[in-house]
Each structure stands twice: as C-alpha cells, then as structure tokens.
C-alpha cells in the first residue's frame, strides 16, 4: 500500500532524528507504520511490545534490524534467568506466605476485624503493586484501599502494620534460591531498579497508552544514546484502575497522528467522533470509503460487549436460557471466584477475595452496596447473585463453550480491545449518566455530564465493521452527543 500522507510524516521525522509520539486511532495501522519507520533506515533498533503474543507477530513485520521483544523478555535475559529455581516453584496459600514473614494474627481497625488471611493477601498485593510502579521502596501508597477502610486514616492505619511485612516480602524475593514469596516476574521491577541502558540506536513502544511506569521508567531513560518513539491511542487508556498510564500527551517530542481507520468507513468513524469528542482526545478519525460498514439492529450478533464482568455474566445467562451456545472472552475464572467468596458469604464464613474479604457476612455486604457510595459498583454483583443464586451462576460457568465452538461470544469492552468480530451488539449495561440537578425549558431534567473514562471505552466498544449501538443508543439523545 501507498503510505498516506500522515504516515510519510512520522516516517519524515524519524528520519529527522525526533523523538516521536504517534497517535494512532483504532485500526489507523501503526505496527505497519512502524514497520515503514523501521526500513527507512539502517540503525539498529528494539520495538518493545505490550506482551509475548504481540511481540512475536511484530517479529514477521519488521526488518532484522529491529529486535521485537517484551519488556519481560528483556529483564529475564539480564536479571530474571537467575531465579529460575524460584520461577519453577509451587503455588502456596498467601495465608502461609504470610506466617512464613510473622503475619500471625488478625488486627482490628475502627470498626473492622480483619483477619490473618486478609492481611496476608493485603502484603501481597501491596508487592505486586510496588512492583508496577517507578518507585524505589514501598510505602503506604502502595497498600490497596480495603472495602470499609478507604478512609485515609483508616488507611494509614492498614499500611502502618502492612509496609514492614511489605518490605520483608520484597527483601525475601532478591534471594534467587529460595524463600517465601512465590516469584512470579519480580524479575522487572528489580531489573528496573538497576538503570538499565538498552542498546540500541532507537526505540519503538507499543500501547504507549497503557505503560506501566515501571516500563515508562526504563523507557524514558534510554532518551540520551537513543531516539524515542512510542505508539498508541490516548483515548483508549482504559487501564488505568490497574496501574496503567498514558504517557504520550506530556511526551517531549515531535507529536502527530494516524487519523485515517482501515477497518470501517465514515459512518462508523463519525459514531466513534462522538466519544471522541466526550473524551476531549487529541484526534478525530476518518473512515475509508470502500470498506463496508454497517450501523444497526442484529438479531444474531457474533459477540455482545458489556460494561462490567458482571453484566457479561448476565448476558451469558440470558443466552443460555435461550439454548444458545456461549463463550466468555477471558474465561469465567473471576466470575467463578466472585460467585464463591459471595457463596462463603451467604453461608455465614468469611471470603479471602480481594474486594470481599472485610465483609463478614452477605448482608453487610448488601448493606455496604446499598448505602455507602463506596459501594455503588458492587451493587450489580449482589442484584446477580440475589437473582440466580450463586450454584446458577457457577452451572453456568460450567457450561461455557470455547470461542470456536460458540454461537456467540459475549465480552467486556476492556477484553475486546484489540479483537475483531464480524457483528457486534452494545449490551444494555451502558447505562447513561444520572440527570443533573438542572432543568430544561421544558422542566425536564438535563442529563449529567459523561465521565471521561467511560466515553473512553465505549469508543473502544464502538470501533467495529458491523454494529449495533444498542446500550450505547442514548448518546443520540444525550446533549454531548453531537460532534
């Protein structure tokens, strides 16, 4: 294919030697135009993929030149090869991780017991978020927020007696022959720590939009001997409950953009224009002509996209009522896991479920998602396992097909960023914001703003060939909805 013209400018100023950030919109093609960079010179360079499976398909795309790796990859060969043994190790409870570093007994804090078990899987999960960060030690921003202790102080209480067992844990991992702590791809964040120098003449990084900083870090620290250059979309930084963080709009560097998406045409580039819009992101799309696209009504859609989990679950158990096979993208381990802590709950014991495990019975938990706005997002949760009960949700988890084998694959929009089905319907759990306390000039109420985030992915939801808006549809009548 010809290069369009914004294509022909990143490759003009790589050439140039700038530091580059490309905004690239759904399916606007910037692995080829990475590619396309990557032949336009005889440097030797490292494109840093978001994963293994990406890295090896950019490996059939790029000159020899370039070596296609993830960020893992790099750090094992450097530092992770030495835990080899540790790698290898069995699974273990985290309430025995946790004796095994003096975490004894349960603690109380205002209100709250909180158990063993629970402080045990707090620690740890207080490594891994350590671990995804830029930071040189742990302190008490890295303690996650319990349910019923995401008051600050509360807080500081939690990570006052965590950080210690935190800081053991990490002290624990460095030995490369044994410990505690099962090791589980430490190996990057102590990499991290070392200032590693990449050599290379240049650096291509993928999903620049979902960057940990502990990536971000490694990256931005090659900029003295090596070009920069990082690819993504802004508008679809939809990870950033989990670390992740869009580092492209503060780069210091030469800023341009693919704005023109192969996959459909003008009608379905103005739909995702919408959101784009919403999200006040740094590019429109346009679509191309011949590609045929279709908005509208499907009676038998090929995948349903949800807003959360367990909306996905929802649907799943709708379609298999109506005798329909169906697949869940990502499988149903944590719909299954979340249906047993709610089981624990309803039979009177506690749960060591990271989001549940505070809660000592099911009708405090209801309580808590009916009442405290801390709460509201568990609600969906506690209606679905107060409807079906929580044996009808695990049959159905059960009953899940394989992708290949089902009629139709039902996924949240977080999974399906970066997938393709040929028919594509919005489920309803799309809802649309509250109303506002303002009124119209006819009386009637004015719909609240549109939180950033959620317009965020349902752009990701809506850049499809086929679809039908369906939960989405309210945007047409909602007053930030036109262009």
Not at 361 to 374: K, M, R, T
Request: glycine share 8%; hydrophobic share 40%.
């Amino acid at each position: 294919m010809k290069p369009t013209d914004e294509q022909t400018a990143a490759a003009d100023a790589f050439h140039a030697g700038d530091h580059l950030a490309l905004q690239a919109g759904a399916s606007t093609g910037k692995t080829t135009t990475l590619a396309l960079l990557a032949r336009t010179t005889t440097r030797h360079g490292r494109y840093l993929a978001f994963n293994r499976a990406i890295a090896q398909d950019a490996r059939t795309r790029f000159p020899n030149t370039v070596q296609c790796k993830a960020a893992h990859a790099l750090a094992y060969a450097a530092i992770g090869h030495g835990y080899t043994r540790r790698l290898n190790a069995p699974r273990r409870p985290a309430w025995q991780t946790g004796q095994a570093l003096g975490v004894t007994k349960a603690i109380r804090i205002a209100e709250r017991d909180i158990s063993q078990r629970a402080l045990c899987h707090t620690l740890l999960r207080t490594v891994a978020s350590f671990c995804h960060t830029a930071d040189e030690a742990i302190t008490r921003h890295h303690v996650p927020r319990l349910r019923g202790l995401e008051n600050n102080d509360l807080h500081t209480q939690l990570a006052a007696h965590i950080v210690p067992f935190a800081r053991k844990a990490w002290s624990d991992l460095h030995n490369p022959d044994a410990g505690a702590v099962r090791f589980d791809h430490d190996y990057l964040k102590m990499w991290a720590l070392t200032q590693p120098r990449i050599d290379a003449d240049f650096l291509l990084l993928d999903e620049a939009q979902d960057t940990n900083p502990v990536v971000e870090h490694i990256f931005l620290s090659q900029r003295d001997h090596a070009q920069l250059v990082m690819v993504g979309d802004s508008a679809q930084a939809i990870y950033h409950w989990r670390g992740a963080k869009d580092i492209m709009t503060g780069f210091d560097g030469t800023q341009l953009a693919l704005s023109k998406s192969f996959r459909f045409g003008p009608h379905l580039a103005e739909e995702a224009n919408r959101w784009l819009a919403i999200a006040d992101a740094p590019l429109r799309l346009t679509g191309t002509e011949t590609v045929p696209t279709e908005l509208g009504p499907l009676t038998r859609p090929d995948a349903v996209l949800c807003r959360t989990n367990v909306g996905a679950m929802s649907h799943v158990m709708g379609l298999m009522t109506a005798g329909c096979r169906v697949a869940l993208a990502g499988g149903g381990d944590s719909l299954r896991t979340r249906a047993l802590a709610a089981r624990d709950l309803k039979e009177g014991r506690r749960t060591t479920h990271p989001e549940l495990l505070l809660f000592p019975s099911w009708g405090e938990l209801q309580d808590y998602a009916a009442h405290d706005p801390a709460g509201r997002d568990l609600q969906p949760l506690v209606d679905l396992v107060d409807t079906h009960g929580t044996d009808a949700i695990l049959t159905a988890v059960a009953q899940l097909a394989p992708e290949q084998h089902a009629q139709v694959t039902v996924s949240t929009a977080h999974k399906a960023k970066g997938r393709e089905w040929p028919r594509v319907k919005i489920a309803d759990d799309f809802t649309p914001p509250q109303d506002s306390d303002q009124h119209d000039d006819a009386g009637q109420a004015v719909p609240g703003p549109i939180d950033d985030g959620e317009a965020r992915l349902a752009y990701v939801a809506v850049t499809r060939t086929r679809l039908d808006l369906g939960g989405l549809s309210w945007i047409h009548d909602h007053p930030h909805g036109t262009p």
